[in-house]
């Protein structure tokens, strides 16, 4: 099974800061790893898929990259309601592991 | 617009099972592979497993091997996942969502999530 590690497991940010969250894979996914963003009491939401695709209709302010085993997903500019849960999910092997989650406070 | 909506709140006895179904509307439904995602509280997300209607073929996580099944009535566009042997750490949000896209793993909708709640 392929692991996802996530960082940092929370962290707090000031409204208008760059935000950025990594997740390492165990081994080599290339570029198939999809982003979302859970806010409390609702289901998972797609932001990136293949590493760096905005899903249509996401905001231009989140992104993502890497390839092979270590990716980045950045917010360019925290927003009020971005204060949300963060997951990393890998779909290279099965199963599609998801990270740990990142949970992003407003400072 | 493609909607998942999901059976309701279940509360059951350990050892028990639970089958929870999962209705699509808006879409081509047996096209789309339906994956099983779970939540328990506080927790994050676990892949379960998934089924593509039109292939009527399941993979499940090893972790749950033997005690999940997924199926899906093209007829009706409904997904199911029962899961038997219950325990108390069975107890969680289980959510089908749409896996979309070239890879199939684009997962684009999500039904509203259920609560399983395994008490004796």
């Known amino acids: 099974d392929i692991q996802m590690t996530q960082s940092p497991s929370s962290l707090s940010a000031s409204v208008g800061d760059r935000v950025t969250i990594t997740c390492q894979a165990s081994q080599d996914i290339s570029n198939y790893l999809n982003w979302y963003q859970q806010k409390p009491g609702k289901a998972p939401k797609l932001l990136i898929y293949?590493?760096?695709n905005l899903e249509t209709g996401v905001p231009s302010r989140f992104s993502g990259s890497g390839s092979g085993t270590d990716f980045t997903f950045t917010i360019s500019s925290l927003q009020p309601e971005d204060i949300a849960t963060y997951y990393c999910q890998q779909y290279d092997n099965l199963p599609p592991f998801f990270g740990g989650g990142t949970k992003v406070e407003i400072k | 617009q493609v909607q998942l909506v999901q059976s309701g709140a279940e509360v059951k006895k350990p050892g028990s099972s639970v089958k929870v179904s999962c209705k699509a509307s808006g879409g081509t439904f047996s096209s789309y592979a339906i994956s099983w995602v779970r939540q328990a509280p506080g927790q994050g997300l676990e892949w379960m497993g998934r089924?593509?209607?039109?292939?009527?073929?399941?993979n499940y996580a090893q972790k749950f091997q033997g005690r999940v099944t997924i199926t899906a009535d093209k007829s009706t566009s409904t997904a199911y996942m029962e899961l038997s042997s219950l325990r108390s750490e069975d107890t969680a949000v289980y959510y089908c969502a749409r896996g979309g896209g070239s890879s199939g793993w684009q997962i684009d909708y999500w039904g509203q999530g259920t609560l399983v709640t395994v008490s004796s």
């Open positions: 293949d590493a760096s």
């Open positions: 089924i593509i209607p039109i292939l009527g073929i399941a």
